[in-house]
């Protein structure tokens, strides 16, 4: 709830693609998360890294595994903010897992989504949505209808 109450919307910036381009599958905007909720986050992670180590049996950390910082995002519903159809991998960036945390779920639309549809995530605040990197996991997150939808997104690499 803090993160959400303390942000200030002029902060963000239109989220581009792994080229650094604007692209309209992906409408949504952006910003490195406050330094004062990074150790929150970053215990966060690794109870999820742990916790996936706990549930199945073939994960594992690794000696260099490491997570690629924390990114706020926003998709505001009065830009139907989205992002269509994609996967987390890619070759100048190779991840491993992807851990989006939800910070609220006042807002209508905006579910992240798995499998063309097949599978919606359901909203919860202070929960994490944690998933594969690969092509395997295609996902997206549908249109936002009403309110704004915030979330913490880090990769696992």
Sequence with gaps: KDIVKNTKIKDFERALVNDGKVDKARNCHEKNLDEKYEKELYAATG???N???KDF???TTGLT???TGYTHLLYKGSEKGEYRTHVDHFDLSPRVLSISFILNEDYEGGDFSFFNDEYL???KMGSACVFPSNFCFPHRVTPVTNGDR???I???H
């Design 47 to 49: 109870n999820i890294l």
């Design 51 to 53: 916790q996936c180590s």
């Design 57 to 59: 049996s073939f994960f």
């Design 65 to 67: 595994m490491e997570d």
């Design 121 to 123: 995530v359901k909203k």
């Design 150 to 152: 915030h979330s913490i």
């Design 154 to 156: 880090t990769w696992i």
